[in-house]
């Protein structure tokens, strides 16, 4: 007993000294966070080598992940980690001043600085009260962008664009189905996605206007239908689009030598105003930790400053005014990206604002993946997407109301788990005489303790609060209430828990049932002893297991689109027509399930060949000399003596495929509207774009491992009866 506390106790030791040490060097340094890549790190990177040199201070840059960046902010900073700067998009500054995860920066950009930049960028660095929350660094936007090979001159509107056909090449490709880069045709019909009070503005004229004018677009051929980023840089590359929407990243990834030309969005003959993208502006934050350090507002001022700007317009649209004033050699698709940044819309900061993402899309899905449409129609999934909007802001429930039902929740469990252990007297008794055999495994016990049972009470604690991170109320179990009744809608209706877990449950039963019966019969090819190059395809048939599921899955996503997939490529070749597989559930929850099914079968082959080498060889002679045949000996001797081994296995590959977030959420998205969504990927829509719900995401959870631990105990007597 005395050995593993003392273990203990020298691996606290040692952490405290590493932690002492990690912050005594703090004030020494200063810790830097981008999300940059390419030209724009080194860019970057050259500068704060050059702050080094200059001023003996050491800069420690970190490159972060862009889809992960603000989680890994928020758990650093409230930690009192992380970085003392960090660059990030202007429309998070309300999340992240509610939060606590940033601080006033007027030392590091001053009123007197206010000429130094675009107006535009000022404006979103500052408060209505004049107040600096950061320093402005860059600009990002969308633009048009032509190849010059295809396009003559610069068109005067949209229309005139999309109506030169060129060689088979699209007029125009965009991500027509995307929120972001739809907006400026509602924009230019005089619409907004977000309305005054936090209101759903996707909604009226404009948004009908703006949809059907998209619609025209695609139904006519000429943009392409379902066209993500990779599609739509794939297209323009082979020349098969004469024109693109995208921003100043996308320019850089085009291979060096394409003819092209930028400029801002043309008008549009449709709508009285030109079409104004989102517009964002990236700037330097400063962290709560760097309150009291002035050489970090110091650096921040160089990074911004009108020299640092001049070596990093080279590599990005800078917000500094005198740089694009100056006679530097400035790449022309940076001028004309700049240009179209001055004339766009800076996207709103409120934090409702990431919650209209969802619904917009889907409203635009729908509108566009619709054979025919009319008004009325188009009019009632407007009015449906506003009513998903409006449905998935947090409820309130008064604190003696949520403290009732909760007591009365935990009076019942605290019962229910108190009669359950008293019927079983001999677990205190084994538990008392096991006591000297767990101090064994006391580092272990800890080890799983810190990192399994603390997030799981974590999870379950944040279940009874609602309301976004950081500014929660008590809710007691109102969120389980409103989970299991649905909100107060229809049982099976439109993000209902049951109508995920029916889909989840149909889900689950299918891919486990075709893995092991895909499973089976290869494990049973392969084990023939005369099969000759086993190994060999064992090998290959073990790839697709060995391949990370999300490549796997975005492969996947490729083979089923509507218009370059592979999938359909050969049902053309077949005669057959194409089939658009994410407008309907039974095709796009096929294309779910042939993904998984790919990524799951080696699993149980391996499994089950491992199985089959412990079948007595002696036991199936005995079969053969009674006269059995193949499939009786199959039947009613191996097959009875490989249950017991593959239940286990059965049992485990049902929960991974449960939680099957990965492919679920990159192959059909949940499409169509959402329907072939599971338990997990609904909890994270609830989590990271419906009005940041942690509390009703983390009630979901409880509820999914809930529903697994029951499966597991069911499954148990299973296993003992098949044993």
């Known amino acids: 007993m005395k050995a593993w506390l003392v273990s203990i106790l020298l691996v606290v030791v040692a952490f405290g000294f590493v932690l002492g040490d990690c912050r005594s060097t703090a004030a020494n340094r200063i810790v830097l966070w981008h999300a940059y890549r390419g030209a724009e790190e080194q860019a970057l990177l050259e500068l704060t080598a050059r702050y080094e040199a200059q001023t003996g201070t050491t800069v420690e840059v970190l490159a972060v992940p862009f889809l992960a960046y603000a989680s890994k902010l928020s758990s650093a900073i409230e930690r009192d980690q992380g970085p003392d700067v960090f660059i990030d998009a202007h429309e998070r500054l309300g999340s992240y001043r509610d939060d606590g995860l940033v601080v006033h920066a007027d030392a590091a950009f001053p009123k007197d600085d206010n000429e ?253 993946r619709a054979p025919n449409i009319d008004t009325a129609s188009l009019d009632a999934i407007l009015v449906e997407s506003a009513r998903r909007f409006e449905s998935s802001k947090p409820k309130t429930t008064s604190a003696s109301k949520a403290r009732g039902f909760t007591a009365v929740a935990v009076t019942l469990f605290a019962a229910a788990l108190v009669a359950y252990r008293s019927s079983r007297p001999r677990f205190w008794s084994g538990l008392r005489a096991s006591a000297g055999a767990y101090a064994y495994v006391m580092h272990a016990a800890i080890a799983v303790f810190v990192l399994v049972v603390l997030p799981l009470i974590a999870g379950a604690v944040t279940s009874f609060f609602s309301g976004p991170r950081n500014h929660m109320t008590y809710a007691g179990i109102g969120n389980y209430v409103d989970i299991l009744t649905a909100r107060g809608g229809p049982l099976l209706g439109y993000g209902s828990f049951y109508r995920t877990l029916l889909v989840t449950i149909v889900w689950t039963i299918a891919n486990v049932t075709l893995h092991v019966t895909i499973g089976l019969a290869l494990a049973l090819l392969l084990s023939r002893p005369l099969l000759r190059l086993r190994g060999l395809y064992r090998t290959l048939l073990i790839v697709p297991w060995a391949v990370p599921s999300y490549v796997t899955a975005l492969a996947y996503k490729g083979m089923f689109h509507q218009q370059f997939g592979a999938v359909n490529a050969l049902l053309r ?95 059909s998205g949940g499409e169509p509207d959402n329907q072939t969504d599971i338990l997990v990927s609904e909890a994270y829509r609830w989590a990271f774009t419906r009005h940041a719900q942690y509390g009703y995401a983390a009630a979901y959870a409880v509820l999914i491992f809930g529903i697994l631990w029951l499966t597991s105990r069911l499954s148990r007597r299973w296993q003992t009866e098949v044993a």
């Open 116 to 368: 130094r930049y675009d107006a535009i960028a000022t404006k979103v660095a500052r408060d209505d009260e004049g107040v600096a929350w950061g320093v402005p660094f860059a600009l990002k936007g969308v633009a048009l962008i032509l190849n010059t090979s295809l396009v003559e001159g610069a068109p005067d509107s949209i229309e005139s664009l999309v109506k030169s056909r060129n060689d088979g090449a699209y007029p125009l490709a965009y991500e027509a189905e995307s929120a972001y880069v739809h907006a400026p045709w509602l924009h230019a019909f005089g619409g907004s996605m977000l309305g005054p009070n936090d209101a759903y503005g996707f909604t009226g004229e404009p948004a009908r206007k703006s949809v059907l004018f998209a619609r025209s677009l695609v139904s006519s051929g000429l943009v392409p239908a379902s066209a993500d980023g990779a599609l739509v840089k794939q297209l323009f590359e082979s020349g098969k689009a004469a024109a693109i929407i995208g921003g100043p990243g996308l320019v850089s990834e085009l291979p060096k030598g394409l003819p092209l030309r930028v400029m801002p969005l043309p008008r549009m003959h449709a709508a009285a105003s030109a079409p104004e993208p989102f517009l964002t502006v990236e700037l330097l934050f400063l962290a709560p930790r760097s309150v009291a350090r002035p050489e970090v507002s110091a650096f921040a001022r160089f990074l911004a400053s009108d020299e640092s700007a001049r070596t990093r317009v080279r590599a990005q649209v800078v917000a500094n005014a005198a740089t694009w004033k100056g006679a530097e050699a400035i790449a022309p698709h940076l001028r004309a990206f700049h240009d179209a940044a001055l004339a766009s819309r800076p996207m709103s900061t409120r934090t409702a604002m990431r919650a209209t993402w969802e619904p917009v899309e889907q409203a635009i899905r729908s509108a566009m």
């Open 573 to 667: 070749k077949c005669g057959a027509e194409p089939v658009s597989w994410f407008s309907h559930f039974s095709t796009a929850f096929a294309a779910n399930v042939a993904t998984n099914v790919w990524l799951g079968f080696p699993f149980m082959m391996v499994v089950i060949l491992g199985a089959l080498t412990n079948v007595p060889k002696d036991v199936l002679e005995a079969a053969d000399v009674d006269g059995a045949t193949s499939w009786q000996r199959f039947r009613h001797v191996t097959l009875p003596l490989l249950l017991p081994q593959l239940a286990p296995a059965i049992v485990l590959g049902a929960v991974w495929t449960f939680n099957m977030f990965n492919v679920v959420f990159l192959v």
